[in-house]
């Protein structure tokens, strides 16, 4: 008898030289010397007049026609019954005796049991088992003859989450293979963050996402959005989690939640929320109890949205991931374990997974739940490394890094298309499973990017384009087509057409026709807070004692003369320092130290604070504390009785200022803090589009309400993205907070220009 030829995970053929049969659909009977065993490992289904569609699902059986089962060599058809088994409607087959079922597969025969709904599956020889089961009816997978045999290896046309039905199993892992309701399983997914991507777009990237090849799909979920003030809960409009899920399930896609209570992610403060760090003992990502209070409460408000979009109760969610990269940070060892509880505890019930880099892998790990690994390229035998710290369980690549992020001040980062494509092929050949981070990344909308601190701190980008396999605005690029063409060889099923891409508009050039001075403002639409000393964002008394999250601070105090300015690094992270209105220079974490020229009598010091964005990543996130951390020096006299007035630029806040007196006409030349106001006019239907804003400096772009989110002249990113759904026909306000040099005008786009590039190493 000669090798096996095997179709995996669907067809399973071991022949002879002599072989003259083929391996089709039922219907289509396996005939020829010297088959030993050709099975289906697929539900495969017979109506009967008497019964609904019923099938049987076997990990090892044979073909069946018309309600017979087709034995090998010379042994006659046998006959095979349906009936119903109970009022539960369990199904069981009945197949009758014959000389040749009861022989062994080494004798050329064969023998087959199936079994009750309810009881576990037996081995019989070692050649068959099964169980009953309901399933939708699934279409054949290959009708080759065997000797030309094509692998289709993937194909779940009905796997499917509106059409997978009587679930009970789940995601289980079985030796080196997932199984989804007992049935193999590869996952194929890619990650979209419903946050960073307007809620008028989730289908549209879904689709593509399906166009693509892809099953699953991969989110976190931010708890510094979804309880920005403590205590109250926001899951709506952009932000309904449920919603977002939901529509996965409709479009076929399954579901890997990822929801923290950490999540890196380049996000602001790895999605904690900043009123955590109010407590001066704070111990992020441990068990101390201030924080393991406050995960509580969150999962109490986010599991009842969670646990009924589980995959046993109907839903899409398939595997629910603890926690998030803890091997790199470690700091507790018992902090996974407590997580893994939270979230049994509150119901759920599917498979639990980790995800960290190969060096935190050992230290990220909980027991019961299956670890993943975190990589752009495929070093020898990091897969392998999976077999060290958990023996015979599939390998999944959790974040296959399709590109990389930015930031300020740094190139656009680019990873080549086919060496990204070769890798992913590399995996998938090892028999792993892939999630795509990022397959859309979209945009880091307001003030939510993160940051990095490691030998100097650095802050990442509005855009999260990410050199995705979609653009920022859902745009497709080469990764894309190349994955598709890809995954199209490996899946028995056509794949959905990708839809149109939406067209993109140049509205032109936008005057910005109106200003008012930072200064201008603050006396009608911000109440300060008075203070003897310093108080960093977190602990301002705002927002129902939650505190200030993000945007800027003014800090004002009274001095007299001039003299040296120290920070002693307590400025976080950027401040603009002026004597009245007049600019004097700024402090961050580079310079500390400004001379502050002589004057007559009692003048205002301002330092305008901005806080660019928490780290995400690493061990530095108890430090992530924005404002003035500390005392700032005058002549080595620390300063005191200051005037903190809170500049969040929430939508309260530019309401007000869009109603308040004082906008003027704008000058030919003028230098900032100040908003600047224009008008986009649009006569049909509004498209995304990008602004370009040269000739201005630094700052933030807000329109009709929207915060777009920061540019800097520094770079790399040039063009802010503009979604369509956020216009309209008609008036669209523009609001610019500039920080120093304005410009006259921007420039409406159709292309985005995210800056100068540079190839990933």
């Excluded at 076929?252 to 904690?272: A, K």
């Excluded at 926690?323 to 599917?350: F, T, W």
């Excluded at 006019?681 to 933030?700: A, N, R, S, Y």
Aim: positive net charge.
């Amino acid at each position: 008898m000669n090798t096996a030829v095997r179709l995996e995970a669907f067809l399973a053929c071991r022949k002879s030289a002599g072989c003259r049969g083929r391996a089709g659909p039922p219907g289509d009977l396996m005939r020829c010397d010297g088959w030993e065993l050709c099975a289906s490992i697929r539900p495969l289904c017979r109506p009967s007049p008497a019964l609904p569609r019923v099938c049987v699902s076997l990990r090892a059986a044979a073909w069946w026609e018309r309600g017979r089962l087709s034995s090998p060599a010379a042994d006659p058809l046998r006959t095979v019954h349906w009936h119903r088994a109970s009022p539960r409607g369990s199904a069981h087959l009945r197949v009758k005796r014959s000389e040749g079922l009861r022989r062994s597969p080494r004798e050329g025969g064969w023998k087959l049991s199936l079994f009750w709904r309810q009881k576990k599956p037996e081995i019989n020889n070692k050649f068959l088992l099964g169980s009953s089961k309901y399933y939708p009816c699934l279409p054949p997978v290959v009708s080759e003859p065997c000797e030309n045999a094509v692998v289709h290896r993937f194909n779940w046309s009905e796997l499917v989450p509106l059409r997978l039905w009587g679930r009970t199993l789940g995601l289980q892992t079985e030796h080196s293979q997932f199984l989804l309701e007992g049935m193999p399983f590869r996952i194929f997914g890619g990650s979209v963050h419903y946050f960073r991507v307007p809620r008028e777009y989730w289908e549209d990237r879904m689709l593509k996402m399906k166009a693509c090849g892809l099953n699953t799909l991969t989110t976190y979920v931010p708890w510094n959005l979804h309880e920005q003030t403590r205590g109250k809960f926001d899951f709506s409009e952009n932000l309904d989690l449920e919603a977002f899920l939901s529509l996965a399930a409709k479009n076929g896609l399954w579901v890997i939640l990822r929801p923290g209570p950490y999540i890196c992610s380049e996000w602001d403060l790895g999605g904690l929320p900043s009123w955590l760090l109010q407590d001066p003992e704070m111990q992020l990502r441990t068990t101390y109890k201030g924080f393991t209070e406050a995960v509580d409460a969150y999962f109490d408000h986010l599991m009842p949205i969670v646990v009924p979009l589980q995959y046993k109760r109907g839903g899409p969610i398939i595997a629910v991931q603890v926690e998030n990269e803890y091997g790199s940070y470690a700091k507790d060892p018992n902090y996974m374990a407590y997580v893994k509880r939270a979230l049994l505890s509150r119901g759920i019930v599917e498979l639990l997974m980790t995800s960290d880099n190969k060096n935190g892998l050992s230290f990220g790990l909980v027991e019961g739940a299956l670890a993943t690994v975190n990589f752009q390229k495929l070093e020898p035998g990091v897969l392998k490394y999976l077999d060290t710290v958990q023996r015979d369980q599939p390998k999944m690549v959790m974040e296959y890094w399709t590109g990389w992020f930015d930031n300020w001040g740094g190139p656009h980062y680019v990873f080549d298309a086919d060496e990204m494509v070769n890798t992913v092929a590399s995996i998938l050949k090892l028999g792993a499973s892939i999630n795509l981070y990022m397959f859309h990344g979209g945009t880091n909308f307001g003030f939510m990017n993160g940051a990095l601190k490691t030998d100097e701190y650095k802050s990442d980008v509005t855009s999260y384009d990410y050199d995705a396999v979609l653009t920022e605005a859902g745009d497709y690029t080469s990764k894309f087509f190349k994955l598709r063409q890809l995954f199209s060889t490996i899946i028995g099923q056509p794949l959905p057409l990708p839809p149109m891409i939406e067209s993109k508009a140049s509205y032109g050039a936008i005057l910005l026709h109106q200003y008012i001075s930072l200064w201008d403002v603050l006396p009608s639409l911000v109440q300060p807070i008075k203070s003897e000393f310093p108080v960093n964002m977190e602990n301002l008394q705002l927002n129902d004692s939650s505190g200030q999250s993000y945007g800027y601070v003014l800090y004002e105090t009274v001095i007299f003369g001039g003299g040296h300015l120290h920070s002693r690094d307590h400025v976080r992270d950027r401040a603009q320092v002026f004597v009245n209105t007049m600019y004097v220079g700024e402090l961050d974490y580079n310079t500390v130290e400004l001379s502050l020229p002589e004057g007559q009598g009692f003048r205002q010091l301002r330092l305008l604070v901005e806080n660019r964005g928490r780290v995400n990543y690493g061990l530095a996130l108890n430090e992530q504390r924005k404002g003035l951390i500390g005392d700032i020096f005058l002549n080595k006299t620390p300063l005191r009785n200051f005037k903190i007035y809170s500049l969040e630029m929430k939508p309260d806040f530019l309401k007000s200022l869009r109603h308040t007196a004082g906008w003027s006409a704008v000058p030919d030349y003028f230098v900032g803090p100040a908003f600047f106001r224009g008008r986009l006019w649009i006569e049909h239907q509004p498209q995304d589009t990008f602004l370009k804003l040269q000739g201005w400096e630094k700052g933030v772009v807000f329109v009709n309400g929207h915060n777009l989110g920061r540019y800097w002249k520094i770079g790399p990113q040039e063009t802010l993205y503009l979604p369509g759904p956020w216009l309209q026909k008609g008036s669209n306000e523009i609001i610019i907070f500039e920080e120093r040099t304005a410009g006259r005008i921007i420039q409406s786009v159709d292309i985005p220009y995210l800056g100068r590039t540079q190839y990933v190493d």
